[in-house]
């Protein structure tokens, strides 16, 4: 080996030289920057697909990802097209989006905030996503609409069910199509009242993070509008698996309600847990003892088997509805799958054609102008019934869905039965509604 | 030159050209290509090397010196995160005030932490630190503290994020509102196209990895001072150092916290990359992880837990995200049962099944390469002498284990 000597002027001189053709490249192509973030150049656009694969809500997130490669399918006029033959709007011609063929790339979540941002910019930056689309939990939709705002692309939140997500931390690059908190308390609280009586105690168990509290404040206001009083909430962690020493408090607390503000594996656990006490056997204050679980899903119903019978609960949609976009989604989804769409993956096949129409609607892929179509927009035919985006904080407005679980089931998908559809105009709030207050959109963010 | 002797030169050079010209390095397929999955030259994952690189040397401090294995190392990543977090909210975006502070309050915290750790050793250190690391995860998830004081501190599960709404008092009218250092914009990228590749230069990328360099020079140092020399008599044998009358507890104390402050501005780096600071950073899962870049790396060595973090990390964002379709692509050329059987196969190691992935291969190392990755190199490095002459057979190569 021959002899290296290192001077003081010998590193001085390879790290001038080093640092300039490091910076040389930079002169020419930072004038060169892009419009928006990720304009797509090419005959493809890219779309991200960001949902759990692992955690708590990975049943739910293959589901949605099940959903938005359907999407995709139909983006691109393949398959039967779908719901692009009963959509109000007519701009989607099934030849991708303004004539560019549709890629997708899949992330994983993990169900938290960090791999979540993590995977989101990974598809931003590596592959050149022009929008982000699911997740299954407002942790993660809060944590990547924040980022996807400051990145300059589009976000589509998928299952977030929390006030939050357009409520405090509502932002102008990110829409939800799936319905809230706020919604299911107040569908369900008339459907409560009329089954149960207005003179009830419930006793609510919530999961510890921004979903679960601000699901549990509009359920307990909006049954304590109908008479109900709330012996006590008590916050349990995301990542439990065990309830019962949750349930054992509640025999002694004098509630004859018990509410699970809990979604997913939790759910079905805290549910299993509270059946297997034999809460549902009980008679308190002279009243049948009886469950309610705000926020329901067929891939929790399947997973809690006959413990849902007579549970009562909401949905953002459900296959059982007969109108036209339902009827077309589930058929091409059964086909492909073999077996009917969750809610969650409805809401992600949804926004995904939403984000498409409006592309075409806007006849660009800029951010800001994308946002500017969604704002307001009014549209049908996707299943919801008669929908509205509203401009104010990126919020969809559609019936809610009052659900029951099956007393006979006739097999593993038919387990919850639709007890009554809410109108519109039951669930509707002003932007600014205490439980929404305190955030505030911003401007819209096309990056680059 | 810089106070190391020649060979520690040569490898502070090698892992500086690495880290210069790692937009080159990490991006060798071509954009469009089939392989262009494995690139990873994109802004957000190099960060990222240079990030747990600094975190895993600081580990590699406690660790490989003195052998004392903390299982709670992940509690001082999140501290770090909170604290630039807070200053964001408080001060403004410059990150150049939240880093110091997030190195001070992590060392702050790994006092007392390790105060009270280190009066056992062995299992029982492990399990006080992981006890200590759960306890102040559980605490951040559910936002104790704030709940306790009465406003928020670390925002439970959502995490701390910045609202328009916090105070930021000196905050400039032209500054901008993404995290930055006197202007200079971490999120800020330059392009360089060259025929079918595209190279990312990115600001932030730049500056984890300067002081990514600056804290391996300090491990460096360390490593070769009558202080370090010291730490390796503790693993070696603690009790006949305290027969010699020397107490040992001031020096691991020393090095603990000085390893939970590399940890504390890596958290700190990972903020002033992505303004965002998760309860889930101080999960045991992500203790446990930084023990395995130690340790796949190659425990004590200077470089291993370097290497170790970028192996890590590449399986974790690279292999999660091949899914089906992309197998099928690469696929396409067999007959059509073929191909689905080829996807079958390898179906369950990609997407989801990464970890699975991640955890043959740390078998594979443990078991045949229990030096790490650095002892891999030495291997192939002697097997290569040896092919060449055999003459300088004896000589040690140039990577040097610390024991």
Redo the contacts between chains.
Sequence with gaps: MSK?D?T?RG?LKTGAV?GAG?AL??IF??S?AAAYTNEPTGGTVTLGFNVP??GPY?EEGLDELRAQELAVEHLNGMGDGGCLNTFSSKALKGNGILGKKVQ?????TQT????A???A??MI??DGAIMINGGSS??VA??VQ??CQ??GVIFMAGLTHSN?TTG??KKANGFRHFFNGYMSGAALAPVLKNAYGSDRRAYHLTA???WGWTQQESIAAATEAVGWETVNNV?T??AATDFSSYIAPVLNSGADVLVLNHYGGNMVNSLTNAIQFGLRDKMVNGKQFEIVVPLYSELMAAGAGSNVQGVIGSMNWNWQLQDEGSKAFVKSFGEKYGRPPSNSAQTCYAQTLLYADACERAGTFNPCGVAEALEGFEFDGLGNGPTLYRADDHQCFKDVLVMKGKDNPTNEYDTLEIVEVTPRAQVEYAPDHPMFA?G?L?KCNPGA | MLGLNKKDVTLLTFVAVLALFAPFILNPFPEGSAMAQFNAGYPDLMQRFAIFGIFAIGFNLLFGLTGYLSFGHAAFLGIGSYAVVWMYKLLDYNVLWGLPLAVVISGIFALGIGYVSLRRSGIYFSILTLAFAQMMFAISYSDLLGRFVGTTITNGETGLQVYTSDPQILLGANEPNTPHLFGLVMNNSFFLEVGAWQFTFNVGYYFSAIVMLVMFYLSVRIFRSPFGLMLRAIKSNNTRMSYTGLNPRPYTLAVFVISGMYAGLAGGLMAAMDPLAGAERMQWTASGEVVLMTILGGTGTLIGPVLGAGFIKYFENIFSKINDNVLHQWFSFMPDGLEDAMVFIVHPFIGKGWHLTLGILFMLVVIFLPGGLVEGGQRLAAWIRSKRGGAEENTKSSTEPAE
């Design positions: 290296t290192v003081r590193v080093a490091v490249p930079t192509t930072a060169s694969q692992t990975a997708f790339v899949t992330g994983d938290k905030s960090d791999a941002r993590a995977s910019k990974s930056e590596k407002s942790g809060i944590a924040g980022l400051d990145a939050d405090k931390d510890d993070y921004t916050l962690p995301l305190g505030d911003g």
